[in-house]
C-alpha cells in the first residue's frame, strides 16, 4: 500500500491535522503562589496555547497520588490531585481548551496503583481479602526468596515481601506501586469503568503509560538475561523483559479500551507510552486499526541527532506499520530529557533544524512545553532531587528532573512561572536567557520559527496528509518529499549542496529569502522546506 494510502480514513481526525503538546502541570504556571504549577495555571495561558497554533494538550498525572512517583502512583483514579486544583477546574479546563479547539487528553496509568490506593490497602489486608487477586501475589521460594528473578526498572528485586500473609507482590517500578494483575476480569472492568468516568467528562483521551507492560506472564517464569547485543538500558537492568513487559494477551486490553473509545460520537483516541527498542513490536500495538491510535517511537527519540540514523529510523518506521497506521514523533518529554540538550548540545541552529524535522515528518509532532522556545535541561543538584531514579542510581543516573523543571515564562524574577520571591518546587533554569516573552514578537526567535513551522503544516495538505518519499541526497543530510513539498535539511557543520529547486517557503535560517531557488545550497545545520513548481 501507498504512504498516502495508510492514513486517507483518518484524514480529518484532528489528531492526524494537528500538533499535541504536552504540559508537565506541576511546572507550567503556578496560579496560586505555592511554588506548585496548576490547572488554573493551564487555564490562564490557553490564549498562548491557541496562539502558538497547538490542538491537543497532553496533561502528565492529575489525580490524586501521595507523589513517590510524581503522579505515576495513583491512589484515586476518578480525582484530582488537591495540590493542582479541583475536578471543577480540570472540567473548566476542558470546556474553555475546546472553545478554543484545543483537545486535553490525560495520563492514564494502569500498569499499577499506589500501595496508598484502597484497592490494594484491601489486597495486603488479608489472603482472602476481596481486592486480593487485583494485584500479583505470589509465594516465596523454599528458601525465602521471590518468586522469580524479575527485576524492578527502578532497581533491585521487582518483588516486596509482606510479612503478614507471607507472600511477596509484583513491583516494576517503586515497591511503592503495586503491579496489578490484569488476568483478573475485574481489574479489567474496574479500569474501563475509568476511561468512561473521563471520556463522558469530555478528555479527548489518554496517553497510556507503559502500555505495553500491563500483563505479565502467568507462570512468572524468569526473564532471560541481557546480551552483549542489547540496548545498555537492558544491559544495565541484568535482563530482558522476556516474561514481564509486552506480552502477547495485552494486545487484548488495549483491543477492548479502542472500543470503548471508537463508541463515542467524537472517538476518543488513544496514545501509547511504548517504551520498547524494537520498531516490529512497536508497530504490532496498531494492531489492525484496532488498537492504540499512536504509538510512542522510543527509537527515534534516542537515535543520535544525526541524518543516517534518524532517516533509517523514519524509514524502518514506514515500512512496518500497518495499513491506516499513524506516525507520532517526539525529541522530548519528561522521562527522556530534552532534545535542545541531548540531541543538540543547546545549540540553537540544531535546535531550528530538529524542530523542522518534528514538524515535517509523515506523522503528529509532539512538543514538550518549552521545546517552542529551544529550553535545555537544568543541572540539579543532588540535595535537591525529588526524582526517585536520580535519588537510587545518583552519580551514573541524575535522574529527570533536569527536564521537568518550571516553564520560562519572562525573565523578571519568578520566570512569570511563579509570583517573584516564591521557591518553586524545582530549581528555574536560566529563564533570563530564554523566556517566552522575549521571543514572542522577536521574528528570528525560535518561538517565531516554531510558531510559523505549526502554522505552514496546518494550512500544507501535503505536510499534514501526504506520504513520505525519500529522495538521494549528500553524505549529512536527509532529504525528503511530502507531496509536492521538498524537505532538506544538513546535518554538518559545512555547507552542503542539495539537487533540489522550487520556491522556499521555510527557512530555520532568518536571513535566507524566501524567493525561488534554482539548486539548494544548504547553510550548516539549516533546514529549508521547499513547493515544488
Known sequence: MEPEEKMSSDATRWWTE???YQIYPRSYVDSNGDGIGDLRGIISKLDYLAWLGVTGVWLNPTMESPNTDWGYDVSDYTSVHPELGTMEDLEELIDRAGERGIHILLDFVPNHTS?????FMDSRSAKDSAHRDWYVWADPKPDGSPPNNWRSVFGG????YDDPTNQYYLHNFLDTQADLNWWNEDVRNAME??????FDRGVAGFRIDVAHAVVKDRELRDNLPATPEDDPRIQRLGQQHTFNMDQPEVHDIIRKWRKLADSYDQPRILLGETFLLDLARVAAYYGTGDELNMAFNFPFVFSSFEAKQLKEVVELTESLLPPLAWPVWTGSNHDVLRFPTRWCDGESDKTRLALVV???LRGTPVLYYGDEIGMTDTKIPREELRDPVGQRFWPED????S??????WSAEDGAGFSPPGVEP???YGDYGACNVEDQKDKSSSMLSLCRELIALRLESDDLRRAGYESVESPENTWVFRRGSTTVALNFSDEAARADESGTVLLSTDPARSRGSVGELSLAPWEGVILAQG
Open 115 to 119: 500501595d496508598q490506593h484502597e484497592w
Open 398 to 401: 541524575r535522574g529527570r528532573d
Open 425 to 427: 518546587w524545582l530549581r
Open 18 to 20: 494537528g500538533v499535541l
Open 193 to 198: 469503568d475509568v476511561l468512561r468516568f473521563w
Open 403 to 408: 527536564c521537568r523543571t518550571p516553564m520560562h
Open 358 to 360: 518534528l514538524m515535517t
Open 157 to 160: 528485586s521487582a518483588w516486596e
